[in-house]
Antibody, heavy 122, light 110 residues
Framework: QVQLVQSGAEVKKPGASVRVSCKAS????????INWVRQATGQGLEWMGW????????AYAEDFRGRVTMTRSTSTATAYLELSNLRSDDTAVYFC???????????????WGKGTTVTVSS | QSVLTQPPSASGTPGQRVTISCSGS????????VSWYQQLPETAPKLLIY???QRPSGVPDRFSGSKSDTSASLAISGLQSEDEADYYC???????????FGGGTKLTVL
């Protein structure tokens, strides 16, 4: 079955970087974008950006530009999210999600990983 | 402050029909289709509705979606206790060039 399996929880100090992985299975990895969405405790969903596994092209939400990098390994069908210069308000659950839809008009996130908790604390 | 506006809470009794609204603008809902996600406590979001009114396989037909101009709605009929969850609307925003979400609606089954 189609699934996205994420890496385990991370604890980081302010100013550090974190890398979260998302391994895809059950479908052709290079055929769908991987989106990253985060959720702080008790808060709503916040889109961070996406990565096209086929080309490596990325698009980042304005709030994260300069601090976020999304990459992939096509050989292992794994997407990566790296967030640098961490702050306490980056403490959140980070989800990867597969993008579906022929173009932006139809875009939706049809498969989600279970989430990775990132805690930023001194 | 979310780009899409949802009521923070909604409630209903078992068997009742409830609706959750989602308001946007011409750059997002007005020009693109809307999806809805259900997030049960301590779990990842799950796609509930896409392309305004389409249900993925396995989603009961008690859930339905609609869109008009710059607003969308999620309706849940025959409310059940297991429907108690947070619900989010989302769409593409042509100005921001990204996915935007509503702030979420917490549904309580009384």
């Amino acid at each position: 079955q189609v699934q996205l399996v994420q890496s385990g929880a991370e604890v980081k100090k302010p100013g550090a970087s974190v890398r979260v992985s998302c391994k895809a299975s059950g479908y052709t990895f290079t055929s769908y974008e991987i989106n990253w969405v985060r959720q702080a405790t008790g808060q709503g969903l916040e889109w961070m950006g996406w990565m096209e596994p086929n080309t490596g092209n990325t698009a980042y939400a304005e709030d994260f530009r300069g601090r976020v990098t999304m990459t992939r390994s096509t050989s292992t069908a794994t997407a990566y999210l790296e967030l640098s210069n961490l702050r306490s308000d980056d403490t959140a659950v980070y989800f990867c999600a597969r993008g579906a839809g022929a173009d932006y008009f139809y875009y939706h996130l049809d498969v989600w990983g279970k989430g990775t908790t990132v805690t930023v604390s001194s | 402050q979310s780009v899409l506006t949802q009521p923070p809470s909604a409630s209903g009794t078992p068997g009742q029909r409830v609706t959750i609204s989602c308001s946007g603008s011409s750059s997002n809902i007005g020009g693109n289709t809307v999806s809805w996600y259900q997030q049960l406590p301590e779990t990842a979001p799950k796609l509930l509705i896409y392309m305004n009114n389409q249900r993925p396989s396995g989603v009961p037909d008690r859930f339905s979606g609609s869109k008009s101009d710059t607003s969308a709605s999620l309706a849940i009929s025959g409310l059940q206790s297991e429907d108690e969850a947070d619900y989010y609307c989302a769409t593409w925003d042509d100005s921001l060039k990204g996915v935007v979400f509503g702030g979420g609606t917490k549904l309580t089954v009384l």
